[in-house]
């Protein structure tokens, strides 16, 4: 092989490496652990509040900060589930790098895997209003956050029906 095809290999799979579809970056499910919000960061420090029942699982996940991604199916980057236990609890997000992004929380009080509208609760980054007419889904400029490489601390209120 010439220097000069080994180049142009090495160019093109340096390109092709470039061009990696984005969502491979999604659906990152990890359990949780407080040591990323025991270092640098970047990591969100969420102070879960107004946990009703102390049953179920919380399922946090965080999204990107662009519209496009937030609380659509799959889009979500990172994906913590931890056991409902009391009225408050304290959950360490890891993020993947400083920049936008928006934290949406399921309190599952039934642990059957659906969205019961009138029993599971939720909460969501910056703890925008949720109410029957936006069905729990603020928009993107409501929940968005911006986090350097530091440990960024966080309070979420569960709200439930």
Same mark, same amino acid.
């Given at each position: ?53 102390? =049953? ?7 999204? #990107? @900060? ?7 199916? *799959? &889009? ?52 925008? =209003? ?7 889904? #603020? @928009? ?7 986090? *350097? &490489? ?12």
């Amino acid at each position: 092989m010439t220097r000069q095809f080994l180049r142009l290999f090495a160019m093109a799979a340096i390109a092709i490496g470039l061009s990696a579809p984005a969502h491979a970056q999604y659906r990152n499910e990890i359990r949780h652990s407080v040591t990323p919000c025991q270092g640098n960061g970047p990591a969100v420090w969420i102070n879960v509040t107004n946990i009703e029942g102390g =049953s179920g699982t919380l399922r946090l996940q965080l999204y #990107p @900060g662009t519209k496009a991604d937030w609380l659509e199916n *799959g &889009r979500w980057l990172n994906r913590i589930e931890v056991p409902a236990r009391g009225s408050t609890m304290q959950v360490c997000m890891p993020v993947p790098r400083p920049g936008n992004y928006a934290i949406a929380i399921r309190h599952d009080k039934n642990n059957n895997g659906r969205t019961d509208i009138t029993s599971d609760g939720g909460g969501m980054s910056n703890n925008p =209003s949720i109410n029957i007419f936006n069905l729990g889904k #603020p @928009g993107i400029d409501k929940t968005r956050f911006s986090i *350097g &490489r530091e440990v960024l601390p966080m309070s979420i209120r569960m709200r439930y029906m």
